[in-house]
């Protein structure tokens, strides 16, 4: 029967497949934020108006070249192999044999970055020109602008977005089994080879990605709505109190 | 008087489009200017040329003795001296209404958030919206919008205020509340150069009207020669049209 397997199975093995969850989701959570914080700024940079002329346009337009490369080339490869290149490449260039987690953190974050610093470019873009134009009005500069009040309206926009990729991580770290991290796909597939159950191993690894990338789909729900901000507001002084009744709150 | 801004041979084209042929005019210290025309003749591209949202394509625009469409001048410390005011209000979306007023001193004139806020209840309070303090700007109205804006602008301190069609976005019941609160700033002396579409306002309440049309200044005078004794058979022609609409 294979469910009294599937049983025996997690009851013998579970610290394992309890670490290699832990090390997936460590690897999807610190390859998300690192991914958004370069998203971030590779997004602020590609949006800085670039002059007509000058030594700053050289190095913008320079800079800019650059960027997209890095987008054009992430993107446009799986991870799996870019694990492979940059695992094994990183031995033969440089003689650096890297840290497996550490080369596992560093993947998926420059993976993320790329994703993310198109979300991000699309999520400055979509901000009201209205709102640059009074922040700039103000005698903001670029980095003023986006950091006081660009960004912060950006960051709400794409959260959805984020929590998206924070998913496809959790998922896509299965792949750097390949250089032998023992995330979860990795662990289990060690697992499946002892006890040559392959199906009842992997449907509790299954079943161990589902919980996760759900849990973590429900944090960021709750997490867009505490963003919302609250429905309603108080009235500072009492003068509206005389002809108003006033809400009961809980101040 | 003392002249605040001039400008002198300004244009401005998009592309091929000529939006802006050759404005010459200038507003001195307490002046209150309006500025009228109909649509498309360039009033508000005026208006953003001379805080540079838009760059202006040829001639100068002379503050305090220096022209600042030079390369070297430094644009945003000159944009702290102007208080713009727009039609879509374009309040932060992300800071409630006091730190609308909060953020721009703070950040660009480096002051305390001790007198960033004294001075933001004290504008709040010039424009009646001293009790919203709290208050998101999804949470307003237009017309409450547009005054937190006029409070943003002036908290400042600028010199001068430009207002790009202010009233223009409001229900009609809103546009008394912002133009009563532009009529007060007018008779406290501030220096205000108004795009507007509001005859009566720009009648009763500006020291000098122009009449745009086309891309150029086709006249310009006291509200008593612009309204009254137009010599310009376009002004006429405008003032028709618009007075006839107002009733």
Known sequence: MSFDWIIKIFTENWPMFIRGAGITLLIALIGTIIGAMIGLIIGVIRTIPIPEKGMKRALLKFINAILSIYIEIFRGTPMIVQAMVIYYGMAIAFGIDMDRLLAAFFIVSINTGAYMSEIVRGGILSIDKGQFEAAHAIGMNHLQTMTNVVLPQVLRNILPATGNEFVINIKDTSVLNVISVSELFFATKSIAGNNFKYFESFFIASVIYLIMTFTVTRILRYLERKLEGPENYNLAGNQMQVDTPKIPSNH | ???????????????????????????????????????????????????????????????????????????????????????????????????????GQVKVLKRSKEEAQKLAMKYLKVVGMD????????????????????????????????????????????????????????????????VTHEMEFAREVSDRVVFMDKGVIAEEGTPEQIFNHPTQERTREFLKRTLKQNI
């Open chain 2, 1 to 103: 008087m003392e002249t605040m801004i001039t400008i002198q041979h300004l244009s401005k084209s998009f592309g091929t489009h000529e939006v802006l042929k050759d404005i010459n005019f200038s507003v001195k210290k307490g002046e209150v200017v309006s500025i009228i025309g109909s649509s498309g003749s360039g009033k508000s591209t005026l208006l953003r040329c001379i805080n540079l949202l838009e760059k202006p394509t040829g001639g100068e625009i002379i503050y305090k003795g220096e022209n600042i469409l030079d390369d070297k001048h430094n644009v945003n410390q000159y944009r702290t001296k102007l208080g713009m005011v727009f039609q879509q209000f374009n309040l932060f979306n992300n800071h409630d209404v006091l730190n609308n007023c909060m953020v």
């Open chain 2, 131 to 194: 009790q919203y303090i709290h208050a998101k700007p999804k949470h307003l109205s237009g017309g409450q919008k547009q005054r937190v804006a006029i409070a943003r602008a002036l908290c400042m301190e600028p010199d001068v205020m430009l207002f790009d069609e202010p009233t223009s976005a409001l229900d009609p019941e809103m546009v008394g509340e912002v133009l009563k609160v532009m009529k007060e700033l007018a008779e406290s002396g501030l220096t205000m150069l108004v």
